[in-house]
C-alpha cells in the first residue's frame, strides 16, 4: 500500500516512479510467497529407470510458474524502470522541474 500511496499521493514524478518500483516488488514478492506449499520439496521432474515410473504425487512437487512469471516481471520492471527514467530526465530538461503540478500549469500557459 505504501507504493500505491505514492503513485497516487506524491506530485514529484521520481517519487511516483520509485512508488511504481515499490508496488510492483511488492507484487512480486506475493506471487512468489503463494507458489510455495508445505510439503513440497522436489522439482517436478519425474524419475524412473527404463520406462518404470513411480506414480506423481503434485503434493510432493512445487510449481515452477509463478517463479517463471514473475523473472519475466521483473525483467519487463527493469526495462519500464529504465524508459521512465529517460523520460522523467527529458521531462526535466524540457520544464525544469519533475513537479507534475508546475508541469501542467506549463503546458496550460502552452495551449493558450
Given at each position: 500500500m505504501l507504493g500505491f500511496y505514492a503513485i497516487i499521493g506524491k506530485r514529484n514524478l521520481v517519487k511516483k516512479l520509485l512508488g511504481l518500483n515499490?508496488?510492483?516488488?511488492?507484487?512480486?514478492?506475493?506471487?512468489?510467497?503463494?507458489?510455495?506449499?508445505?510439503?513440497?520439496?522436489?522439482?517436478?521432474?519425474v524419475t524412473g529407470a527404463h520406462g518404470h515410473y513411480e506414480p506423481a504425487q503434485a503434493i510432493q512437487f512445487l510449481n515452477p510458474l509463478p517463479h517463471c512469471l514473475m523473472l519475466t516481471a521483473i525483467v519487463v520492471g527493469v526495462s519500464t524502470t529504465g524508459v521512465a527514467l529517460a523520460l522523467i530526465i527529458m521531462i526535466h530538461r524540457r520544464y525544469k522541474t519533475l513537479e507534475e503540478d508546475e508541469i501542467l500549469e506549463s503546458l496550460e500557459a502552452f495551449k493558450k
Amino acid at each position: 500500500m505504501l507504493g500505491f500511496y505514492a503513485i497516487i499521493g506524491k506530485r514529484n514524478l521520481v517519487k511516483k516512479l520509485l512508488g511504481l518500483n515499490i508496488f510492483q516488488w511488492a507484487i512480486i514478492l506475493y506471487y512468489v510467497s503463494i507458489a510455495s506449499k508445505k510439503g513440497g520439496a522436489n522439482i517436478p521432474i519425474v524419475t524412473g529407470a527404463h520406462g518404470h515410473y513411480e506414480p506423481a504425487q503434485a503434493i510432493q512437487f512445487l510449481n515452477p510458474l509463478p517463479h517463471c512469471l514473475m523473472l519475466t516481471a521483473i525483467v519487463v520492471g527493469v526495462s519500464t524502470t529504465g524508459v521512465a527514467l529517460a523520460l522523467i530526465i527529458m521531462i526535466h530538461r524540457r520544464y525544469k522541474t519533475l513537479e507534475e503540478d508546475e508541469i501542467l500549469e506549463s503546458l496550460e500557459a502552452f495551449k493558450k
